[in-house]
């Protein structure tokens, strides 16, 4: 096969599991069930999968295992050694609570490029609140000195650390002290801040934030926009330097928390260079739009370069949808 006229992707989520076994607030926003034994992607799809995404991607692609909590998946730890084999690089998402000395061990051996783990808070009491399980601020930082000591012992020098907070009533008064200690942490290289969103399978009420997830949402916008200005002085006196977030992006989060309805398009989306696959196997770019197939089905190299999918590329450079939270959270960019 030809990689000279392949769209290369710039992004890619791969839900193997989208169920979580803490009881977090949010995670009753997304409440799905276990995937049962028949439904879960057979090991020989993934390899093509992999296979597939190596051609179009080229070497050294990252791409996200996001959850619920992935390391609940029976097949976790050889799908990313199979992603690894291709030259691919897995970044898992999880909430630590299952990272034992022996899972991070693991995790490295089998490939694992880098980790995000979900961190809401500074302060043990307020993270632990959040995630609905006493103790989870402390088995965050036993799995990030277990992945940083394993990294080193298997000589994983590329190996990356960060961390990942939601904005959220609960933690609003401790973000900019978040961020701070993150620059202080020495085994974490990187955090980002994520906006709190209308979950995808919710029921449709444009109002969510006031009704059924009014305790989520902070009360006093004035609050807000204090905490983001403290974050972007801090960003251009370059005091801080893990914070990815853009000073663009949390201009972009001030003007949805004063009108979640409406999103700011600052920028342009660059959603149709994703490939977002769910634990069903189904092939999004955007969710907003049609699957392009199915991973237990269709080859990705097919699907990703069909008329069906140059299609969808049209609609979402001509998007006009004003209500979406992907493009301030997931993809953004200046």
Not at 7 to 30: A, F, R, T, V
Not at 92 to 120: C, H, P, R
Not at 226 to 234: E, N, R
Request: hydrophobic share 35%.
């Amino acid at each position: 096969m030809q990689q000279l006229n392949l769209i290369k992707p710039i992004y890619s989520d791969i839900g193997i599991l989208e169920s979580c076994n803490l009881k977090c607030d949010m995670c009753k926003m997304y409440e799905i069930p276990f995937l049962k034994k028949e439904e879960i992607i057979p090991l020989e799809r993934w390899n093509f999968f992999f296979k597939d995404m190596r051609e179009i991607s080229g070497p050294d692609f990252i791409f996200n295992i996001p959850g619920g909590e992935p390391l609940l998946h029976p097949h976790v730890y050889d799908i990313i050694e199979l992603a690894s084999s291709y030259g691919l690089k897995p970044l898992l998402s999880t909430n630590a609570s299952l990272i034992t000395k022996n899972v991070a061990e693991k995790l490295i051996k089998k490939g694992l490029f880098a980790v995000t783990i979900s961190l809401d808070s500074s302060i043990s009491k307020t993270h632990d609140k959040i995630r609905g399980v006493e103790g989870t601020f402390d088995k965050v930082q036993r799995a990030i000195r277990y992945l940083q000591f394993f990294s080193k012992i298997y000589r994983n020098e590329d190996f990356n650390i960060g961390v990942q907070g939601v904005i959220q009533k609960s933690n609003l008064d401790n973000i900019v002290d978040l961020v701070l200690y993150t620059e202080r942490h020495t085994h974490i290289q990187r955090i980002n801040l994520n906006l709190l969103m209308k979950p995808n399978n919710s029921k449709d009420d444009e109002n969510w934030y006031k009704n059924e997830f009014k305790d989520l949402w902070p009360d006093n916008i004035e609050d807000v926009e204090s905490m983001f200005d403290k974050l972007i002085k801090l960003k251009k006196k370059n005091i801080i330097s893990k914070l990815i977030n853009s000073i663009t992006q949390l201009e972009s989060y001030k003007v949805y928390f004063k009108n979640p309805k409406s999103t700011p398009k600052l920028v342009n989306c660059n959603y149709d260079k994703s490939i977002c696959t769910n634990s069903s196997g189904d092939i999004h770019m955007c969710y907003f739009y049609d699957k392009i197939g199915n991973l237990k089905e269709d080859r990705l190299i097919d699907v990703w370069n069909s008329d069906k999918a140059n299609n969808i590329r049209k609609k979402i450079n001509k998007c006009t949808i004003t209500h979406c939270w992907f493009r301030l959270n997931c993809l953004y960019s200046d």
